[in-house]
């Protein structure tokens, strides 16, 4: 069975400072993952996808499939960035199955 | 047109009631979902239709009736609902081929049962 995890609920950081959210995963196959944010009162939308390597709004997220990691960083953080952030696991290509992870809060403090 | 659309945004129904949810894609997707998303939780997978056909169901209870007319459009008919079901309903929708299968959201209808 697929999993994902964010061990950290809140993150709390000071604007300017680097943020680093966390995801592990669990699944035995080749996912594709993705860093979606809910932004307050804002759909969920899609931020990152392992499989283009892009930078978004200055972040980055690599996938290490020896950690089964896939954190999503920013090397200075900005009030703009404080949102819900989901790291979700799609179980290999034509999949239905997006497995979100519980989420973490980021609030970047001015 | 690069946007999933939902009406209504606000619903506010008694357990008695039948409505509606209402979603719209026209990105040419054929992969539809329906998820639930409680406060402060990630969204949970109800439905999924693939060619307009229902591919996967994750043992939602029958007062939830999904339906997909055609390609752009699905459809998710409530009745008879509980105060618990009271929830963010997102659709969602993503290509079948390709290489990309990253699924697009709607703002959701936000469901008060009362």
């Known amino acids: 069975a697929q999993r994902v995890t964010q061990p950290e609920k809140l993150l709390s950081v000071f604007k300017g400072a680097p943020v680093e959210l966390k995801c592990n995963y669990s699944y035995s196959g080749s996912p594709e993952l993705f860093w979606y944010v809910q932004y307050s009162r804002q759909r969920l939308q899609l931020l990152l996808r392992h499989i283009s390597r892009e930078s978004i709004k200055g972040f980055t997220a690599d996938l290490n499939k020896g950690e089964t990691s896939f954190h999503l960083k920013k090397p200075f953080a900005q009030e703009e960035d404080s949102a819900m952030y989901y790291c979700?696991?799609?179980?290999?290509?034509?999949?239905?199955?997006?497995?979100f992870g519980k989420g973490t809060k980021l609030s970047v403090i001015p | 047109d690069t946007e999933v659309t939902q009406t209504p945004k606000h619903l506010v129904m008694g357990m008695t009631n039948k409505k509606s949810l209402k979603c719209e894609q026209h990105m040419g997707h054929r992969a539809m979902y329906w998820y639930k998303q409680k406060a402060k939780k990630p969204p949970e997978l109800m439905f999924v239709y693939s060619y307009e056909k229902l591919s996967i169901n994750e043992s939602v209870p029958s007062r939830f009736s999904p339906e997909c007319p055609n390609s752009s459009l699905l459809n998710l008919h409530l009745h008879a609902l509980q105060p618990e079901d009271s929830a963010l309903y997102l659709c969602?929708?993503?290509?079948?081929?390709?290489?990309?299968?990253?699924?697009?959201f709607g703002p959701g209808t936000r469901l008060t049962v009362t």
């Open positions: 979700a696991l799609l179980s290999g290509a034509g999949s239905y199955q997006l497995t």
């Open positions: 969602a929708s993503s290509q079948k081929e390709g290489t990309s299968y990253e699924q697009y």
